[in-house]
Nanobody, 112 residues
Framework: QVQLVESGGGLVQPGGSLRLSCAASGIILRQYSTTWYRQAPGKQREFVALISTEAYTNYADSVKGRFTISRNNAKNTVYLQMNSLKPDDTAVYYC??????WGQGTQVTVSS
């Protein structure tokens, strides 16, 4: 059974950092592209970052230069390092890979 579990969210002040984790079971992440999405209250889910099987990365313009996506193949986990956080980054963050069910997400709140 494929399962993705997001963790690492929390409350952080503007300008702070967080590292989110996406741990997978039942699937080998390095064999698929993995994407981080986020959904803010009252808004649609939006693309944040992607890492391909070849470790090619792509980012939404709103996070480019501040967020970094990476993958640890030994731990079968994808990370999202988020720096210089802004209140607009407040959302529930989800990871996903083709064919996998959506996880519960992890809440990120950026507020002073």
């Amino acid at each position: 059974q494929v399962q993705l579990v997001e963790s690492g969210g929390g409350l952080v002040q503007p300008g702070g950092s967080l590292r989110l984790s996406c741990a997978a079971s039942g699937i080998i992440l390095r064999q698929y592209s993995t994407t981080w999405y986020r959904q803010a209250p009252g808004k649609q889910r939006e693309f944040v970052a992607l890492i391909s099987t070849e470790a090619y990365t792509n980012y939404a313009d709103s996070v480019k230069g501040r967020f970094t996506i990476s993958r640890n193949n030994a731990k079968n986990t994808v990370y999202l390092q988020m720096n210089s956080l802004k209140p607009d980054d407040t959302a529930v963050y989800y990871c996903n890979t083709p064919g996998a069910p959506w996880g519960q997400g992890t809440q990120v709140t950026v507020s002073s």
